[in-house]
Nanobody, 121 residues
Framework: EVQLVESGGGLVQPGGSLRLSCAASGYIGRRYCMAWFRQAPGKEREEVVRMDIYDVARYADFVAGRFTFSRASAENAFYLQMNDLKPEDTAIYYC???????????????WGQGTQVTVSS
């Protein structure tokens, strides 16, 4: 059974950077597409980025070139580098795994517990 654990959240000033990590227990390899979602207070959870098994990433429009999603060489860890953070990026960020079915499905199969990101001066 795959489990996901996020880390790296925290408080950062506008314009600052954070790197979120997602560690997977159980083999991820190329079996799962990976994604990050976020949920701000009072808002619905939204997708930030997803990456298929070929490491092709698709970002939400609001990312606008500020975030980079990457896979560690060991393939069981993933990173979300976030630069030029804005107050509207404040949210709980969740790592998610979507079992590859010849395509990446829309609904994750596995969720992490989330890590809080707060952007404030």
């Amino acid at each position: 059974e795959v489990q996901l654990v996020e880390s790296g959240g925290g408080l950062v000033q506008p314009g600052g950077s954070l790197r979120l990590s997602c560690a997977a227990s159980g083999y991820i390899g190329r079996r799962y597409c990976m994604a990050w979602f976020r949920q701000a207070p009072g808002k619905e959870r939204e997708e930030v980025v997803r990456m298929d098994i070929y490491d092709v990433a698709r970002y939400a429009d609001f990312v606008a070139g500020r975030f980079t999603f990457s896979r560690a060489s060991a393939e069981n860890a993933f990173y979300l580098q976030m630069n030029d953070l804005k107050p509207e990026d404040t949210a709980i960020y969740y790592c998610a795994a979507l079992e590859y079915l010849g395509y990446c499905p829309s609904t994750p199969d596995v969720w992490g517990q989330g890590t809080q990101v707060t952007v404030s001066s």
